[in-house]
């Protein structure tokens, strides 16, 4: 974890609360790992559908 991360979990966490749309805290952490990275994130989970600029594939 670094503090480009951080502030990417913390600027994701507020737009999703903008949005109505919360989802679980460690959610928000994996996502802000595969953003700051540009990784792409392999699950089936649909809280994720909600972050903008996050490349999902599904399996």
């Known amino acids: 974890m670094d503090k480009e991360t951080a502030i990417i979990y ?3 966490r507020l737009a999703l609360k903008r949005k109505g749309c919360p989802i679980p805290e460690n959610d928000i ?3 802000a790992l595969c ?8 699950t089936d989970d649909k809280d994720f559908d909600y ?9």
């Not at 953003?35 to 392999?42: A, C, D, Q, S, Y």
Request: hydrophobic content about 50%.
């Open 10 to 12: 913390s600027k994701t």
């Open 29 to 31: 952490w994996i996502a």
């Open 51 to 59: 972050i903008e600029d996050l490349r999902i594939e599904r399996w």
């Open 35 to 42: 953003l700051r990275n540009n990784w792409t994130l392999v």
